[in-house]
């Protein structure tokens, strides 16, 4: 059984160097090794000023992560969310739905007035539809994994 979580949001610029290491080797192993994904994750969007990281730890051990990103970095007027991991040891406690949940209000505090996109995995569609997201697109392949876009159902009123 998991314990209780401890969640840190920082900019980049306040990333140490063994974070950094931790989120990295996190979004690796689960990202490119577990579902076989040869894929550019060091896109620049890390560094942004404007990007929170969502560090997820059990104990010293990071086990989830997300990063909320600016409107326009990934979709014209919207902010995103991304890069969203739980490790394998421990999904199945509810970790992802509080990291999606911190993230959605991270992104809600940070730009109230825009809309929230992701970009989902389509087998992860129906995870994201109970968090209130819904398709805004067809599948489409992004790196040889299926894709679908996703908007949260409203804006903020803040």
Excluded at 2 to 7: C, D, E, R, V
Excluded at 12 to 33: E, G, H, M, W
Excluded at 49 to 78: I, K, N, W
Aim: with cysteine; proline share 4%.
């Amino acid at each position: 059984m998991l314990n209780t979580s401890t969640t840190i949001i920082e900019p980049f610029s306040r990333l140490t160097n063994v974070q950094l290491y931790a989120i990295l080797k996190l979004r690796s192993d689960v990202f490119v090794v577990e579902q076989s994904c040869v894929y550019p994750d060091l896109d620049d969007k890390d560094l942004h000023a404007d990007t929170h990281h969502l560090l997820c730890y059990q104990g010293e051990v990071m086990v989830g992560y997300a990063r909320c990103l600016a409107p326009d970095l990934s979709f014209a007027d919207a902010a995103s969310i991304g890069r969203v991991v739980v490790a394998g040891e421990a999904r199945g406690y509810g970790l992802a739905t509080a990291i999606m949940q911190t993230a959605i209000a991270t992104c809600h505090a940070q730009w109230p007035k825009k809309h929230i996109v992701i970009g989902a995995q389509t087998y992860l569609q129906d995870f994201y539809t109970r968090l209130g997201f819904s398709p805004i697109s067809p599948a489409y392949d992004e790196d040889g994994i299926m894709h679908i876009d996703m908007r949260l159902g409203q804006k903020n009123s803040a």
